[in-house]
């Protein structure tokens, strides 16, 4: 059989009855539950019927992203028993790993991914904060150009832009102040770029904007009893697998505020043997990644019944 790793998405791939197709499949119900059980409110019905706006609000996107990847991964292993060699997410798709690999249960990290949305937005007022995408240009490139625009703000300035998501060769996401994204993707594209474009976030995630958000987050992490890790968990903020707990929860706790290393976490799991890309989750955009960061490595998903089977068939 391949070997294959399992990725997961972070915010941005939720949609509105996201998980209808899995229909009344019992793992997912049960999945629902446990979530809907450890929040207090019913995550199923918040999924199903939304509305869209609300699904847009980071406290309510990160929880329901996480029970949505957790579920389709528990179909997946009711399905098929096929466990991955190793697992990883981007961004917030980190937790959804650590679940899935074990360190977590879902009763602990639904709660966990609240606190961290709110911390992260209470970190940084709606407004004040901005990102955007980069596209068609060198992430070296990228980040030069955001130290420069940081740099013209003059010694003392609070505007600043930062290069935090580095998604394939030719994207990397900026944050930072209103005025140091605006800035900066002018700066960008004046300097060759072929897009810039605003990304409808509430918040500067991954920028240093976010530490007083993952101070917050390293105390709650603190008071967490994690498990040791059943299947290897290859974060994306040191592009490291780490076994010793206390330094997950420190992985955890800068991740909030330093940059998203997927490049280098794709190439890391290529590097493992690993030529199989799956991802468990809603929607398709860590699968295209995949494919434009190394052509070798083959990009499948499982997000309902009917990827499921073709990636199981994919694999066998």
């Known amino acids: 059989m391949t070997s294959f790793a399992f990725v997961f998405p972070g915010q941005g791939s939720q949609s509105v009855g996201m998980l209808d197709a899995w229909g009344d499949h019992p793992v997912v119900q049960q999945t629902l539950q446990e979530a809907s059980d450890a929040l207090g409110e019913d995550v199923g019905a ?27 991964y528990r179909a997946w292993m009711a399905e098929t028993g096929l466990q991955p060699s190793v697992v990883a997410g981007h961004s917030l798709g980190e937790y959804s790993a650590l679940v899935a ?63 935090v998501n580095f998604n394939d060769p030719m994207q990397t996401v900026i944050a930072g102040t209103k005025a140091g994204v605006e800035k900066a993707c002018e700066h960008l594209k004046a300097q060759g770029a072929k897009r810039a474009l605003p990304l409808p976030v509430s ?24 498990a040791a890790p059943q299947i290897p968990v290859l974060n994306n903020v040191d592009v490291l697998v780490e076994t010793d707990l206390d330094r997950i929860r420190d992985a955890l706790y800068r991740q909030a505020f330093q940059p998203v290393r997927w490049v280098e976490c794709v190439q890391a799991i290529k590097a493992r043997g690993v030529n199989t890309l799956v991802e468990c989750g809603p929607g398709k955009v860590l699968a295209g990644m995949t494919k434009r960061i190394d052509a070798e490595l083959v990009g499948a998903v499982v997000l309902d019944p009917v990827t499921l089977a073709e990636t199981k068939g994919l694999l066998a």
């Open 46 to 72: 918040l999924i199903h019927a939304g509305p869209k706006e609300a699904l847009a609000l980071t406290t309510n996107t990160q929880p329901v992203m996480l029970v949505a990847a957790v579920a389709a």
């Open 101 to 163: 690999s074990g360190v977590l249960t879902l009763a602990q990290a639904a709660p966990l991914v609240r606190f961290r949305a709110a911390a992260m937005q209470e970190a940084v007022p709606v407004g004040v904060g901005a990102m955007a995408a980069i596209l068609g240009m060198d992430a070296a490139k990228v980040r030069a150009g955001c130290l420069e625009v940081t740099q013209s703000f003059g010694a003392g300035s609070v505007e600043v832009a930062e290069a």
């Open 203 to 226: 918040a500067p995630f991954h920028s240093s904007l976010m530490k007083p958000a993952a101070d917050k987050l390293r105390e709650k992490l603190a008071g967490l009893t994690l």
